[in-house]
């Protein structure tokens, strides 16, 4: 009998990586609360200590709370060493800049990205899949096809890293280590969501959906049919 892999909870990923933090920082960082330091020693807590819950649930690190503890560590460093704010919207574009180009690297050698994370034998079965590639001569022609999205992949990547940029740029204007920064920055981080996440999860969703119709053309099969779950029911 096999245990079940606890599953994602993304909203409240969302209420400990974007919400909290950002409450925090935009209403309780003043003097008469928890000063400048503590609010953000507070916001950066939020994502830490899910990170390490979600750890403990499910044995393995995510990766949106690593990132999201990492941005916001970064961020306090800019706010206690009192460095220019362009420094922020440098950080903000940096992160996602750095995976677009492990993405594309990752193409360059052979081993896509997008190939390791969607041709999951615990979604696909994946032996089968390219046992047919390459029985109807389409493996080479399939590799083009999977190279070419995770081109599309590293894109969305450098969608998000002009975003933080121009986000950045456009809403954190006060200096580094006042109320007025901790304000907007917890104002850009809550409007990180609408503005980029989601946007970023529809295109993955349509890259999804682009492999799927890949996979079902060159190999003949219904989506249905590859999935290792419809073996279990």
Do not use: C
Not at 218 to 223: L, P, R
Request: charged share 15%; net charge positive.
């Amino acid at each position: 009998m096999t245990t079940e892999k606890p599953k994602n909870k993304p909203f409240v990923e969302i209420i400990f990586n974007v919400a909290l933090p950002s409450w925090v920082l935009m209403k309780f960082s003043s003097p008469e609360y928890l000063g400048v330091v503590a609010g953000l020693i507070i916001a950066l807590a939020f994502p830490l200590g899910y990170a390490i819950y979600d750890y403990l649930r499910t044995k393995a690190m995510n990766l949106i709370s690593v990132f999201g503890f990492l941005s916001t560590l970064l961020t306090g460093g800019i706010a206690l060493f009192e460095l220019s704010v362009h420094w922020l919207a440098i950080k903000e574009a940096s992160i996602p800049t750095l995976i677009a180009v492990f993405v594309v690297f990752s193409s360059v050698y052979g081993k896509p990205l997008i190939a390791k994370l969607l041709l999951n034998e615990s979604i696909f079965k994946v032996d089968q899949i390219y046992e047919k590639l390459y029985t109807s001569g389409n493996t080479e022609a399939f590799k083009a096809k999977i190279g070419f999205a995770n081109n599309l992949l590293a894109l969305t990547f450098i969608f998000s890293a002009v975003m933080n940029y121009i986000l950045a740029k456009w809403l954190v204007t006060s200096p580094a280590g006042t109320v007025a920064f901790n304000e907007e920055l917890g104002r850009m981080t809550l409007l990180s969501y609408p503005i980029i996440a989601i946007p970023s999860m529809i295109m993955l969703g349509g890259l999804l959906f682009y492999v799927t119709k890949v996979i079902t053309n060159f190999t003949g099969y219904k989506f249905t049919d590859l999935l290792v779950e419809s073996d279990r029911q």
